[in-house]
């Protein structure tokens, strides 16, 4: 008998550590097809799903189902890492179903072998996870039948119908669109021996247009074309020039981006990406929104709102983030979602 309560205590305290490796969220409000939604595409967005981004991936959910007209033609892919303990992704997955009991989405695993010999670290150790990794391998993670994929990262909202993001014309030969900033000073996203380099820099020179800076946390893929132009190995050569060769960028997984894409990127309206709210990399300060629309708020940057919140030291725009915040807090009410219902 001993024996046995010691074994059931056991067993408690370990599903118990289970349950408190993340934090309880409220169900989400349901959110249905309009009219006129009778024979809508359906859209695919992907999005990583782990402990840390919890928090900011299902707020990025919400946000996009309040804002389309047909939320229930949206399927997600939610990519997980294959180093996750399997418990740990039973917790996301259910923390998934607490929040979006009637979500249709399917949780993949990514293999992080694929990439940990090929990282080498940043200015930030989040950009040095293999997850991070993840959105090179879209093609190969996600089923053929899946022609186009919409990747969102997991610290943005969006606050347009993200159909007509999905709607891109990406011409007859991109692969990749994304809003891009020609302004931005192109040459410091790679180090002096990428420019000293004649092999390494000229991989610019045979592009449609000058290359521009896009950030990755917002890409409309079309998943054929990445497959037919192999753009999964050309992405990882570059990883293994910096990994063997000589250190060309100092930022995790964009500059490959940046070395196979810029001057080949279609070209999609900056309201779809007002990124760096949460600052640079290193001290993550607070930003304002770029001049122009906005379609969707981009944390990228050290400074992520729920953090800030929690800290209570926000930035302005952290309260645009908080009405979409998930999180079930002792004692508050679950109707607090009726501000964006």
């Known amino acids: 008998?001993?024996?046995?309560?010691?074994?059931?205590?056991?067993?408690?305290?370990?599903?118990?550590?289970v349950g408190a490796e993340l934090p309880e969220?409220?169900?989400?409000?349901?959110?249905?097809?309009?009219?006129?939604?009778?024979?809508?595409?359906?859209?695919?967005?992907?999005?990583?799903?782990?402990?840390?981004?919890?928090?900011?991936?299902?707020?990025?959910?919400?946000?996009?189902?309040?804002?389309?007209?047909?939320?229930?033609?949206?399927?997600?892919?939610?990519?997980?890492?294959s180093a996750s303990p399997a418990r740990r992704l039973a917790r996301l997955r259910a923390a998934l179903a607490e929040a979006f009991p009637t979500l249709p989405a399917t949780v993949h695993r990514f293999d992080a072998r694929l990439v940990r010999g090929k990282i080498s670290s940043s200015v930030r150790r989040a950009l040095d996870q293999p997850l991070n990794y993840a959105r090179i391998y879209l093609a190969d993670i996600l089923p053929r039948a899946v022609s186009r994929v919409l990747?969102?990262?997991?610290?943005?909202?969006?606050?347009?119908?993200?159909?007509?993001?999905?709607?891109?014309?990406?011409?007859?030969?991109?692969a990749l669109a994304a809003p891009e900033y020609c302004n931005a000073n192109f040459t410091s996203y790679f180090t002096d021996a990428?420019?000293?380099?004649?092999?390494?820099?000229?991989?610019?020179?045979?592009?449609?247009?000058?290359?521009?800076y896009f950030n990755t946390g917002v890409m409309v893929i079309d998943l054929d074309r990445w497959r037919a132009g192999d753009y999964t190995q050309k992405l990882e050569y570059w990883m293994d020039v910096q990994k063997q060769e000589a250190r060309i960028y100092e930022l995790g997984s964009l500059p490959p981006f940046l070395l196979v894409f810029a001057g080949d990127v279609k070209a999609v309206q900056h309201r779809w990406n007002q990124h760096g709210l949460g600052g640079d990399n290193v001290a993550g300060q607070c930003r304002e929104l770029h001049p122009?629309?906005?379609?969707?708020?981009?944390?990228?940057?050290?400074?992520?709102p729920w953090l800030r919140l929690d800290a209570g030291r926000p930035c302005p725009l952290d309260a645009l983030w908080a009405p979409y915040d998930l999180l079930r807090r002792r004692g508050a009410r679950d109707d607090l979602l009726a501000a964006v219902a």
Do not use: Q
Not at 7 to 13: C, E, S, V
Not at 292 to 300: A, D, E, K, Y
């Open 1 to 17: 008998m001993r024996l046995l309560a010691a074994a059931a205590l056991l067993l408690f305290a370990a599903l118990a550590a």
């Open 25 to 81: 969220f409220r169900e989400a409000p349901a959110f249905r097809n309009g009219a006129g939604c009778a024979g809508a595409p359906t859209i695919h967005i992907a999005m990583t799903l782990d402990g840390t981004y919890l928090r900011g991936s299902l707020a990025g959910v919400l946000s996009v189902l309040r804002h389309a007209a047909c939320p229930e033609s949206i399927a997600f892919h939610f990519v997980a890492s």
């Open 151 to 174: 990747y969102l990262d997991s610290d943005l909202l969006v606050v347009d119908d993200v159909a007509r993001l999905w709607a891109t014309d990406l011409g007859p030969n991109a």
């Open 194 to 212: 990428f420019w000293r380099h004649p092999e390494y820099s000229s991989v610019f020179a045979n592009r449609s247009r000058a290359p521009c």
């Open 292 to 304: 122009g629309p906005v379609s969707l708020l981009h944390w990228s940057g050290k400074g992520k």
